[in-house]
C-alpha cells in the first residue's frame, strides 16, 4: 500500500525558507511524478510544482522564483523549499503522487505551515 | 496557463437526488493523440484530496458508479446519480495535459 508522509516545521518566520519532506512508503518512485500542492485555509487546491523520478522539474510560473523540488530515490523521499515565504504562503501544504496522464492518485495526510514571526 | 472554471460553486442537494458539477478549460484539453487527461478530485472535510475519475469518463480504484464523467474539448461534467451522506465536500476538475497543471475553484457540496 503506497504512503506519503509530509516533514517539516509547522512555523516559519517571513523571508524565511520553508522546507518539506515527503518520505514513500509501499512503493517506488520510479515512472512517476511527484508533486507539492498546497491549500490555503479555507481555499481550494494550488499546485506548486513536481519532479519526475529522474530529477526533471516543472514549477508553478507564480512560484517558480522560490521553489526548489528535489528527490532523493535512495531514500524515497522528495522535497520542497520555498524560500522568502510571507504570511500568504501559510497553507496546509501535501504531497503527491502523480501519474502521468491520470493525476495524483496518492495524497499524503498534508502539513499546516504557518508563515508568521 | 490553461484556466479550469467550475460551475456552480456552491451547490445544496436532497440525499438521494442527483448532482452535477461543470468545468470548462480556457483552451482544449485534446492531446495530439486524441486523449484528454481530465481529471476530478473530492475532498471530504478535513481529509486530503482523493481521486475519483481520470481521462473525462474512467473511474478510479474503488470509486463507486455513481460517479460518472462526461464531456470532450474544453468542457466537462461529473454527475452523482443518487447523493449520499458520504458524498459532502468539495469537489475539483483538474488537468494533467500540460505543466503547469492547474484546478477549478472547487465546488462544495452539501446538503440540503
Known amino acids: 500500500q503506497v504512503q506519503l508522509q509530509e516533514s517539516g516545521p509547522g512555523l516559519v518566520k517571513p523571508s524565511e525558507t520553508l522546507s518539506l519532506t515527503c518520505t514513500l512508503s509501499?512503493?517506488?518512485?520510479?515512472?512517476?511524478?511527484w508533486s507539492w500542492i498546497r491549500q490555503p485555509p479555507g481555499k481550494g487546491l494550488e499546485w506548486i510544482g513536481c519532479?519526475?523520478?529522474?530529477?526533471?522539474?516543472n514549477y508553478n510560473p507564480s512560484l517558480k522564483s522560490r521553489v526548489t523540488i528535489s528527490v532523493d530515490t535512495s531514500k524515497s523521499q522528495f522535497s520542497l523549499e520555498l524560500n522568502s515565504v510571507t504570511a500568504a504562503d501559510t497553507a496546509v501544504y501535501y504531497c503527491?503522487?502523480?501519474?502521468?496522464?491520470?493525476?495524483?492518485?496518492?495524497w499524503g495526510q498534508g502539513t499546516l505551515v504557518t508563515v508568521s514571526s | 496557463d490553461i484556466v479550469m472554471t467550475q460551475t456552480p460553486l456552491f451547490s445544496p442537494v436532497t440525499l438521494g437526488q442527483p448532482a452535477s458539477i461543470s468545468c470548462r478549460s480556457s483552451q482544449s484539453l485534446v492531446l495530439s493523440n486524441g486523449n484528454t487527461h481530465l481529471t476530478w478530485l473530492q475532498q471530504r472535510p478535513g481529509q486530503p484530496p482523493r481521486l475519483l475519475i481520470y481521462d473525462i469518463s474512467n473511474r478510479f480504484s474503488g470509486v463507486p458508479d455513481r460517479f460518472s464523467g462526461s464531456g470532450a474539448g474544453t468542457d466537462f461534467t461529473l454527475r452523482i446519480s443518487r447523493l449520499e451522506a458520504e458524498d459532502v465536500g468539495t469537489y475539483y476538475c483538474t488537468h494533467v495535459t500540460q505543466f503547469p497543471y492547474t484546478f477549478g475553484q472547487g465546488t462544495k457540496l452539501e446538503i440540503k
Open positions: 503527491a503522487r502523480v501519474v502521468p496522464g491520470i493525476g495524483p492518485d496518492y
Open positions: 509501499g512503493g517506488s518512485m520510479n515512472g512517476y511524478y
Open positions: 519532479i519526475y523520478y529522474t530529477g526533471s522539474t
